[in-house]
Every structure is written in structure tokens, then in C-alpha cells.
């Protein structure tokens, strides 16, 4: 018959196994690293998961080894029924203290490798984008200008109360699918960031500044973005959707705002942050 203690070691496997059922992961999820969304949202999205899946398995190995190393010294040299005082005492392992500086700086050194390395393709300028749209936060909604089809959108904070139809409502980015996009972000206030949830990229939005994505939606559908940078009272419901459609609808959508009178582009008339600094009312705007 087992021991009490052999039964509870094996049990941690079954232990292990059985949170994992609980929490409803599927094996496509659990390939994902966790990571929302699917594959192929963006022709970005690949690389981000398999750098962050890369890095978990890379990290994983090393934990195992770690605990590993560290169960067996507690096991090992565990004190003895008997013995008393102190073990002997070891310093200056060379080999261990080596090992310990040589493998952490690899790691160090291949994680900013990738890193660099997939950075600078997500951040690549795409020389002539087939769709150019300006992204502008305000607290605590956003506004859309479709620049090559001289439209635009404006939003409001949403307004979450309890009504069926409350989701249509807000701020929605209409997207073409397979279509180079070039996003300009700015701010009207104070700090935001732009975070399209299954894009698994977000950037911030700057006052009187202008940072730009680039990327390529690949898969239709409609997608959940909000604010990722706290930005006041109501910054929790400053959200927005994106909707990647077909060419066709996307014409839809640009004649459609065009029809309800949404021509042209918003500027900064509504931008707060617009006095210079002086006391001479002529510079101060």
C-alpha cells in the first residue's frame, strides 16, 4: 500500500491536470500560450504568438530545471533523523556560479534578439498603404477619419445601461480585409492607447503628437478595442469596435457616413491642449 507521502506527490499531476480541465481551455487556446483572439488576425499576429509562445517554452524548460535542481538538493542533503549541527558548509562553487552568469546572459541576450528583431518588422512603414485612417482619442471616446475617402466618425463614451442595442453603439473602425492599413493616433487631451484586443498590439496616443501602426487585417469579423492607458473618471468606458468586412461593405459603410453628412475631416478645432505658454493672449491661441 502506498505511503501517505508517495500518494500525495502523485496526486499533484492529477492536481495539475484537473485545473487545467476546469478552467475551460481548449489545446488551440493552450497553443496560443493563452493569448485572445485566434490565428492569422493580422499579418502581425503570428509572430507576436509564436515570440510570446517561444519564450514561455524557453522559460518552462528553465523553471523545470531550477526546480528541479532544487527539489534534489532538498531531498539529497535533507537532515537525517539523528544528525545534529550544521551540514558542511560549501563556497565558491565555480562551476555552478558560472553556469548561473553564462545561462542567464544568453537568455537575456536571445530574448532581445527576437524581440528587436520581430519589433522592427511589426514597426516596418508600409510605403503606399491601401487604406489611411486617422485614430483620434478624447476622453473618453474616439474619432475616425477616413482619409482617402475624405469621411469621418465622431463617438461618445459608451453608454452601457442595461438596453438591448447598447453594444451598436459605439465608435465602430470599419477595416477592409487584406488591405495594407496605415493608422495615425493622436490625442485631444491627455494620454491614451489604442488596443484592438486581438490584434495583440497596442500603441499610446499622445497631445500634440503623432505615432502610426502599420498592419494588415486578415480575418472578417468584428473585434472589441478599448483605451489601455488610464486616462481619467471615465476611462473604462472608452471603448470601441473594429470591423473587418469585405471591399464592398467597406465602400457601404464610406458612402454611407458620406450620405449622412460626415464629409470631410475632424481637426483640432476640439483639441484642449491648444494655449501656449506666455502671458501674450496672441501667441496663447
Given at each position: 500500500?502506498?505511503?501517505?507521502?508517495?500518494?500525495?506527490?502523485?496526486?499533484?499531476?492529477?492536481?495539475?491536470?484537473?485545473?487545467?480541465?476546469?478552467?475551460?481551455?481548449?489545446?488551440?487556446?493552450?497553443?496560443?500560450?493563452?493569448?485572445?483572439?485566434?490565428?492569422?488576425?493580422?499579418?502581425?499576429?503570428?509572430?507576436?504568438?509564436?515570440?510570446?509562445?517561444?519564450?514561455?517554452?524557453?522559460?518552462?524548460?528553465?523553471?523545470?530545471?531550477?526546480?528541479?535542481?532544487?527539489?534534489?538538493?532538498?531531498?539529497?542533503?535533507?537532515?537525517?533523523?539523528?544528525?545534529?549541527?550544521?551540514?558542511?558548509?560549501?563556497?565558491?562553487?565555480?562551476?555552478?556560479?558560472?553556469?548561473?552568469?553564462?545561462?542567464?546572459?544568453?537568455?537575456?541576450?536571445?530574448?532581445?534578439?527576437?524581440?528587436?528583431?520581430?519589433?522592427?518588422?511589426?514597426?516596418?512603414?508600409?510605403?503606399?498603404?491601401?487604406?489611411?485612417?486617422?485614430?483620434?482619442?478624447?476622453?473618453?471616446?474616439?474619432?475616425?477619419?477616413?482619409v482617402d475617402d475624405n469621411v469621418y466618425e465622431s463617438g461618445i463614451q459608451s453608454q452601457?445601461?442595461?438596453?438591448?442595442?447598447?453594444?451598436?453603439?459605439?465608435?465602430?473602425?470599419?477595416?477592409?480585409?487584406?488591405?495594407?492599413?496605415?493608422?495615425?493616433?493622436?490625442?485631444?487631451?491627455?494620454?491614451?492607447?489604442?488596443?484592438?484586443?486581438?490584434?495583440?498590439?497596442?500603441?499610446?496616443?499622445?497631445?500634440?503628437?503623432?505615432?502610426?501602426?502599420?498592419?494588415?487585417?486578415?480575418?472578417?469579423?468584428?473585434?472589441?478595442?478599448?483605451?489601455?492607458?488610464?486616462?481619467?473618471?471615465?476611462?473604462?468606458?472608452?471603448?470601441?469596435?473594429?470591423?473587418?468586412?469585405?471591399?464592398?461593405?467597406?465602400?457601404?459603410?464610406?458612402?454611407?457616413?458620406?450620405?449622412?453628412?460626415?464629409?470631410?475631416?475632424?481637426?483640432?478645432?476640439?483639441?484642449?491642449?491648444?494655449?501656449?505658454?506666455?502671458?501674450?493672449?496672441?501667441?496663447?491661441?
Open positions: 500500500m502506498l505511503s501517505k507521502r508517495v500518494r500525495k506527490w502523485a496526486s499533484l499531476p492529477a492536481a495539475a491536470s484537473l485545473m487545467l480541465l476546469l478552467s475551460g481551455c481548449t489545446a488551440e487556446e493552450l497553443s496560443r500560450g493563452l493569448l485572445p483572439g485566434e490565428w492569422g488576425v493580422t499579418n502581425h499576429t503570428d509572430r507576436i504568438t509564436g515570440l510570446w509562445t517561444t519564450s514561455w517554452t524557453v522559460l518552462w524548460g528553465v523553471g523545470i530545471v531550477a526546480w528541479g535542481l532544487m527539489f534534489w538538493a532538498i531531498i539529497v542533503y535533507r537532515r537525517r533523523r539523528g544528525e545534529t549541527g550544521l551540514p558542511v558548509q560549501l563556497r565558491y562553487n565555480n562551476p555552478i556560479e558560472t553556469l548561473f552568469t553564462i545561462v542567464p546572459t544568453i537568455l537575456v541576450i536571445g530574448f532581445f534578439a527576437f524581440t528587436a528583431r520581430d519589433m522592427a518588422e511589426i514597426e516596418k512603414p508600409v510605403a503606399n498603404p491601401d487604406v489611411h485612417i486617422q485614430v483620434i482619442a478624447k476622453q473618453w471616446s474616439w474619432d475616425f477619419n477616413y452601457f445601461d442595461g438596453e438591448e442595442g447598447s453594444e451598436a453603439a459605439l465608435p465602430t473602425l470599419y477595416l477592409p480585409v487584406n488591405q495594407s492599413v496605415q493608422l495615425d493616433l493622436s490625442s485631444r487631451d491627455v494620454i491614451h492607447s489604442f488596443w484592438v484586443i486581438d490584434f495583440l498590439y497596442k500603441k499610446d496616443m499622445f497631445p500634440a503628437d503623432t505615432n502610426t501602426m502599420y498592419f494588415t487585417p486578415q480575418v472578417e469579423g468584428t473585434y472589441k478595442g478599448k483605451c489601455a492607458e488610464l486616462c481619467g473618471e471615465y476611462h473604462s468606458m472608452m471603448l470601441f469596435n473594429v470591423k473587418v468586412v469585405s471591399q464592398a461593405e467597406y465602400d457601404a459603410r464610406m458612402n454611407a457616413l458620406a450620405e449622412a453628412g460626415n464629409v470631410g475631416q475632424l481637426d483640432n478645432t476640439y483639441d484642449r491642449n491648444q494655449n501656449l505658454p506666455g502671458d501674450n493672449p496672441e501667441i496663447r491661441g
